[in-house]
């Protein structure tokens, strides 16, 4: 992958850190953004120190003034973006009806709408440039069903989507737009949805209650898996694929 420079949302967490670290060992110089200050920081510190050019952008993507400041700055500040990746992501369960007015606009802002503020503020500078990549962390959870899940699996839904169609529009550009649907991976957003020790056991094995299958591969996900998705994606050797939906879930969905 050539020097060039990447947005990544979502920096802060598990695995926005592991994409943020991924291309920065590929060389990139990486704008690592998110609205957790504290955290960011410790993410951006510890990768500088190991030599990667990586800064802290901290930022909330979920409005539209914030998400065209951040990118304005970025540029003015790094130069193009070449590489965008929505990795900003929030999680809140419950049944439908338990699910409040709060949950479900807290989860689309970020999900769904951030997805859409920043891939409209980075796309309108790449195509007068007539390059770049885009890839958004969905979820497998965008197309099977999940009881506790609907908030998050619909605005996942809406992402996954949204990015197809921005795909179809700038490809006369150049622009590839791929999405990228992680299953059960090794973070704390993961370790949020177990009550006990049982809840690895019973993500590796499926839960029939929940009519949910368990891992065919027997075991979650690194960041890192994700990571190198999406890398793959942004790379050059990706040149010729765009509107890709990549699942990477061990088998979870069954290929679906």
């Not at 949302?9 to 504290?38: F, H, K, N, Y």
């Not at 003015?76 to 070449?82: F, R, V, W």
């Not at 990795?87 to 809140?92: D, F, M, T």
């Not at 737009?177 to 991976?185: F, L, Q, Y």
């Amino acid at each position: 992958m050539r020097e060039s420079v990447a947005l990544v949302s979502g920096a802060a967490g598990g695995i926005g850190a592991a994409v943020v670290r991924a291309l920065g060992e590929r060389g990139m110089t990486v704008a690592a953004v998110d609205r957790d200050g504290d955290r960011l920081a410790e993410v951006v510190d510890g990768l500088t120190a190991e030599g990667l050019r990586v800064r802290a952008f901290r930022s909330d993507v979920s409005t539209s003034a914030a998400a065209g400041r951040l990118v304005a700055d970025v540029e003015d500040t790094l130069g193009p973006i070449e590489h965008l990746v929505n990795g900003a992501g929030v999680l809140h369960l419950g049944k439908v009806r338990d699910l409040t007015d709060e949950d479900w606009d807290a989860t689309f802002a970020v999900n769904a709408t951030g997805v859409f503020f920043m891939s409209r503020a980075v796309a309108d500078r790449m195509v007068t440039r007539r390059s770049g990549a885009i890839v958004t962390i969905a979820s497998n959870a965008a197309g099977t069903a999940r009881t506790d899940m609907a908030a998050y699996a619909a605005s996942k839904a809406a992402a996954s989507m949204f990015t197809k169609c921005l795909g179809l529009e700038v490809a006369q550009y150049g622009i590839r737009c791929n999405v990228v649907a992680p299953g059960s991976t090794e973070t704390p957003m993961l370790t949020s949805m177990w009550k006990d020790d049982s809840g690895r056991a019973a993500t590796l094995s499926g839960s029939p209650d929940a009519y949910r299958v368990g891992i065919p591969l027997g075991k979650l996900a690194r960041p890192s898996d994700v990571a190198d998705a999406v890398a793959f994606l942004l790379s050059d050797q990706a040149g010729h694929i765009t509107m890709h939906h990549l699942t990477v879930d061990g088998g979870a969905t069954l290929g679906v």
